[in-house]
């Protein structure tokens, strides 16, 4: 695999993964649409949160612009019409107020109805394009932050409330600039998610300018490395080298922004994505609130995991059988030279063991974590890592 892949990196236009200024210009570029429609979408979800608990009456004495947001397309029989706006506010933000209970108060009494219904609230937890909007936000802005660009904002809430249609608009604007970023489609979010841990013999040969920048791009960034063998032999001990993502670091913040998209934009039917000890995630109301302005969303973590399942298969790299069975692999870590893996029924050299693996690695299906136990050094191979991403979200 790395030597099918040599030099290919730097046959691709306007892929520039050892420039500085390129990497400004690709979070100009990818990263700021981001953060700017999530942030107008919260902004106008600021807006509404205050009503929750209040009347509709409410609502219409304080600010009229306010009322579709909340009963827009809800029909005489107390349902959502397609396409409706107070259904695809509950979708986003939930906040909502009951069809059925709605159109009955209004037969009942006519506009004296509004009085008694009220506004609710969802929990946030069950709130899923929410939450994925909420995180895409906060790590977009610490990315921002670091690499000290500053958005102007093209759009103000007002001119939603004033105009609910644009609305739709922004939610497509964020569609686009969720699918422009993904690793699927760019290079520059790949190259990120090829160094979340790959040793750096690996690494300088898929993309060989990177030797002579590194320094400047891995500062910029934050790469450092999750593991140094312990051996005398330098050269050994360079190309074996696993680098990876520092925490907090500008490399750290669009991986898991790769990585949520790719959990939360994982549209199988009825899928419900069970996660370690927290919320789930249903990511079929997510794919329900794109569908108002991209009915044939793309399932991102599918798509990225056919791909390049298929680019492996075409290249059928040596396999270690015992990590075809398995899901998560520990290993011992003695110098260099061994590997003693808990169950013992495989044995072998840690350089091995990277050179068979290195294709996942790089292609980020599968990932190496590095923990510490009773002063030993364990290495931890997640071998399906993004089937299995939501875990560690």
């Given amino acids: 695999m790395v030597e099918m892949m040599e030099s290919y990196y730097d046959t691709i236009p306007n892929f520039r993964y050892w420039d500085i200024e390129a990497w400004k210009n690709y979070i100009k570029e990818y990263v700021v649409p981001i953060y700017k429609t999530t942030r107008t979408l919260l902004e106008l979800r600021n807006e509404l949160l205050p009503y929750v608990g209040k009347s509709l009456k409410t609502v219409k004495d304080n600010d009229e612009r306010l009322l579709p947001f909340f009963v827009g397309g809800i029909d005489e029989k107390g349902n959502y019409k397609k396409r409706s706006l107070a259904k695809l506010i509950r979708l986003m933000f939930g906040i909502y107020v009951e069809p059925e209970e709605f159109v009955s108060a209004v037969n009942e009494e006519g506009e004296r109805g509004f009085e008694v219904v009220k506004i609710k609230l969802i929990n946030e937890q069950w709130v899923y394009f929410l939450r994925l909007i909420k ?37 497509k604007e964020f569609y686009k600039a969720c699918v422009s970023f993904s690793a699927n489609h760019n290079y ?9 841990s790959i040793h750096w013999r690996y690494l300088v040969t898929a993309y060989p300018k990177l030797k002579e920048h590194f320094e400047k791009i891995r500062e ?31 490399a750290y913040y669009i991986y898991w922004m790769q990585i949520i998209l790719w959990v939360f934009f994982n549209f199988s039917e009825n ?12 990511p079929a109301e997510i794919k329900e609130v794109v569908a108002y302005v991209a009915p044939e969303a793309e399932d991102l973590r599918r798509d990225y995991i056919t791909l390049t399942e298929n680019l492996l298969s075409q290249y059928n790299p040596p396999k270690i059988q015992e990590l075809e069975v398995v899901e998560e692999y520990k290993a011992e870590i003695k110098g260099i030279f061994t590997l003693s893996p808990w169950n013992k029924r495989v044995m072998g050299s840690l350089p091995e063991f990277l050179d068979i693996v290195g294709p996942r690695l790089f292609l980020g299906l599968s990932k190496i974590m590095i923990a510490k136990e009773w002063d030993r050094d364990i290495l931890i191979y997640h071998h399906r890592f993004i089937e299995h991403a939501e875990w560690w979200l």
Avoid at 143 to 151: A, F, R, V
Avoid at 188 to 193: D, E, G, K, Q, W
Avoid at 271 to 282: A, F, H, P, S, V
């Fill in 135 to 171: 995180q895409l936000n906060e790590y977009s802005s610490i990315i921002l932050q670091k690499s000290k660009i500053e958005p102007q904002l093209s759009l103000k809430v007002s001119e939603i409330l004033q105009d609910p249609n644009r609305l739709l608009d922004i939610l």
């Fill in 188 to 196: 520059y979010t790949f190259f990120i998610i090829s160094t979340a």
């Fill in 220 to 250: 910029f960034l934050g790469l450092e490395p999750i593991l140094i063998p312990n051996t005398n032999n330098k050269e050994l001990r360079e190309s074996y080298t696993i680098w990876g993502h520092e925490i907090h670091g500008i």
């Fill in 271 to 282: 899928l419900i994505i069970m996660k370690r000890g927290r919320g789930n995630i249903y």
